[in-house]
């Protein structure tokens, strides 16, 4: 089955420093890649996805590109705030299986 | 604020109680899905439902019963658990099944058995 790896498990930038979160996959047939935001006490909350055939997606402060030659794919935050401060999780999935990454502890400082 | 919604925000049960926890969801998603996740873990499946039919069941314990009673519902009904069993429980939709669809989660049930 699908195995996923997410890198690193904390981080913690400076408020307006850029973050990135790095994942990689292990099945090739793997074609959905989102990215869930989960703060305390609440449920993953979806950020950003990108699909095979895409290489690149950005939705203002958020990107995340995807090198399906190297299963890898990442989630980059620019210009980062107190707000972002979460867990991450990646995720792969194929057909209605989908694996989370262990997760990223994301913390901006002000 | 989620449009899952999941009932109750927490239960407390002993080790011989029969519960259930529900999930409501109306955006016209044909598929739900049960999720386990523990503190600082990330989210595991339990169980897929597409179109009202049990897909995928990840060799869950029977002790954990799903059901979907109509397209906006799911339920998770709950005898004998263990104190392994406690933990935050996810609900999730999506417009279909197959590769490619976003889920949508709820903000769960925190499930902490004695």
């Known amino acids: 089955g699908e195995n996923v790896e997410q890198h690193p498990s904390t981080l913690s930038v400076q408020e307006g420093d850029s973050a990135v979160i790095k994942c990689t996959y292990s099945d090739s047939a793997s074609n959905y890649f989102p990215w869930y935001k989960q703060e305390l006490g609440k449920g993953p909350q979806l950020i950003i996805d990108i699909r095979s055939n895409v290489g690149e997606k950005k939705d203002q402060r958020i990107a995340v590109t995807l090198n399906k030659t190297a299963k890898h794919f990442s989630l980059h935050i620019t210009e980062t705030q107190p707000e972002d401060s979460a867990v991450y999780f990646c995720?792969?999935?194929?057909?209605?299986?989908?694996?989370f990454g262990a997760g990223t502890r994301l913390t901006v400082k002000p | 604020d989620t449009e899952v919604t999941q009932t109750p925000k927490h239960l407390v049960m002993g080790m011989t109680n029969k519960k259930s926890l529900k999930c409501e969801q109306h955006?016209?998603?044909?598929?739900m899905y049960w999720y386990k996740q523990k503190a600082k873990k990330p989210p595991e499946l339990m169980f897929v439902?597409?179109?009202?039919?049990?897909?995928i069941n990840e060799s869950v314990p029977s002790r954990f019963s799903p059901e979907c009673p109509n397209s906006s519902l799911l339920n998770l009904h709950l005898h004998a658990l263990q104190p392994e069993d406690s933990a935050l429980y996810l609900c999730?939709?999506?417009?279909?099944?197959?590769?490619?669809?976003?889920?949508?989660f709820g903000d769960g049930t925190r499930l902490s058995i004695l």
């Open positions: 995720a792969a999935s194929w057909n209605n299986d989908m694996r």
């Open positions: 999730a939709s999506s417009q279909e099944t197959g590769g490619g669809q976003p889920q949508h």
């Open positions: 955006m016209g998603h044909r598929a």
């Open positions: 439902y597409s179109y009202e039919k049990l897909s």
